[in-house]
């Protein structure tokens, strides 16, 4: 279908160069048209922030990851990582990890068989929660280990939120200087 194809739209350089290696196509033939960010990522009011982590139950004082519960989402070393952190003490008593996404064997998968202490996995929240989430969020952290475009980070940017992310694939490309990578 590629071959056959007047021109390619793909949404990232990373992509661009992924399609022609991967199909052997000239990337004059591939354009990159970034994925747009929809307008209601944008900071939310405190009262706002409050309301909505009384609605859903969740800490006022957290670390948000978006993203399905897929092992490419590297999900698995991020909790790694805020185990070690709890470990040595390193985070405020009431500094909790929220990972907002849909659940998976993902913890059979990768020999986690329990989420560590103050890590919440609220499983699918609505979409018009998310700005308010990436707003109240102390950081949002990104460790995916490919993506073609990666729309959270930007999100979570466009709402105010402080950004890791890993520096693979499209993620630098998608983020910028704007993030620690």
């Known amino acids: 279908l590629a071959r056959n194809a007047a021109h390619i739209l793909t949404v990232s350089e990373f992509s661009r160069k992924r399609l022609s290696q991967t199909l052997g196509l000239d990337t004059n033939c591939i354009s990159v048209v970034p994925n747009p960010l929809s307008p209601r990522f944008r900071p939310v009011k405190p009262t706002t922030i409050d309301q909505v982590l009384s609605r859903l139950a969740l800490p006022r004082n957290y670390v948000l990851s978006v993203g399905s519960l897929e092992p490419r989402k590297n999900i698995a070393r991020l909790l790694e990582a805020w185990s070690l952190l709890l470990a040595r ?16 064997s993902l913890f059979r998968s990768v020999n986690f068989t329990s989420v560590p202490d103050r890590v919440l996995l609220t499983g699918y929240i ?24 990666g729309l959270p980070p930007l999100e979570a940017m466009a709402c105010g939120a402080p950004v890791v992310a890993s520096h693979l694939t499209s993620i630098p490309e998608v983020v910028g200087r704007a993030a620690l990578l």
């Open 126 to 149: 609505p979409d018009e929660h998310l700005p308010t989430l990436y707003t109240g969020a102390l950081a949002f952290v990104y460790p995916s280990l490919y993506e073609g475009f």
């Open 89 to 104: 003490k390193a985070l405020a008593e009431d500094v909790h990890m929220i990972v907002v996404g849909g659940k998976s």
